[in-house]
């Protein structure tokens, strides 16, 4: 047997790339911070030489070529689907670290 992936399988999807496409897109989205989950919120990405987020959406579809392009509509969708994933994500980090048993010290971060 030859292992050719691991995968998280809480944050991995079967289904429509966009979805994963969108958790990436969530970045541009939070604070940044020492937060649990922190983001580049309103970093300035031009001067940094960081893609905007639509910038990134459009060069990763770019690049798959099969896949059709996205309307906004759709892509705010998947925006709101990656923020409720992500929030019922930050939830059990943090229910884990009232308990005893989260595998990080950083759980209580994510309240």
């Given at each position: 047997?030859?292992?050719?992936?691991?995968?998280?399988?809480?944050?991995?999807?079967?289904?429509?790339?966009?979805?994963?496409?969108?958790?990436?897109?969530?970045?541009?989205?939070?604070?940044?911070?020492?937060?649990?989950?922190?983001?580049?919120?309103?970093?300035?990405?031009?001067?940094?030489?960081?893609?905007?987020?639509?910038?990134?959406?459009?060069?990763?579809?770019?690049?798959?070529?099969?896949?059709?392009?996205?309307?906004?509509?759709?892509?705010?969708?998947?925006?709101?689907?990656?923020?409720?994933?992500?929030?019922?994500?930050a939830?059990?980090?943090?229910?884990?670290?009232?308990m005893?048993?989260?595998?990080?010290?950083?759980?209580?971060?994510?309240?």
């Amino acid at each position: 047997m030859r292992i050719i992936a691991v995968l998280d399988w809480e944050l991995s999807t079967l289904g429509n790339p966009f979805s994963d496409l969108a958790t990436l897109g969530l970045i541009y989205h939070l604070p940044p911070g020492n937060t649990g989950l922190s983001g580049l919120g309103n970093f300035d990405k031009g001067f940094s030489g960081i893609p905007t987020e639509f910038k990134m959406r459009d060069l990763y579809l770019q690049n798959m070529g099969n896949l059709n392009d996205i309307d906004d509509e759709a892509w705010n969708f998947f925006m709101a689907y990656g923020l409720f994933k992500g929030a019922a994500i930050a939830q059990g980090v943090y229910k884990r670290s009232t308990m005893g048993s989260a595998s990080s010290t950083k759980g209580p971060q994510f309240l």
